[in-house]
Nanobody, 121 residues
Framework: QVQLVESGGGLVQAGGALRLSCAASGSIFSIYDLTWYRQAPGKQRELGAGITSGGSTNYADSVKGRFTITRDNAKNTVYLQMNSLKPEDTAVYYC???????????????WGQGTQVTVSS
């Protein structure tokens, strides 16, 4: 019903920047919270940054001041601008969206397939 497609990952040197995008498509009535998670090799998935439908944001302490999350509601897209990247930011980044597909339905969480970000030292 709902698909999330991430893009923008890649290989970058430490200190560099990348911009991730996640576009939602399908049967969408409204989108509430949008969140970027990340999972490094051998570690649990962790929250990176989130943004509510009203534009309030929250960040993991490890990315505060370096990452910025924004959303374009007209395009059903969320972005993650990542600056001053560090090798420890290397992970697969996943987009998560809380979506209501019908006005009468409860919202459901959907996940993207993930995009690899690799930061070399």
């Amino acid at each position: 019903q709902v698909q999330l497609v991430e893009s923008g990952g890649g290989l970058v040197q430490a200190g560099g920047a990348l911009r991730l995008s996640c576009a939602a498509s399908g049967s969408i009535f409204s989108i509430y919270d949008l969140t970027w998670y990340r999972q490094a090799p051998g570690k649990q998935r962790e929250l990176g940054a989130g943004i509510t439908s009203g534009g309030s944001t929250n960040y993991a302490d490890s990315v505060k001041g370096r990452f910025t999350i924004t959303r374009d509601n007209a395009k059903n897209t969320v972005y993650l601008q990542m600056n001053s990247l560090k090798p420890e930011d290397t992970a697969v980044y996943y987009c998560n969206a809380d979506v209501r597909v019908r006005w009468y339905a409860r919202s459901t969480e959907y996940w993207g397939q993930g995009t690899q970000v690799t930061v070399s030292s």
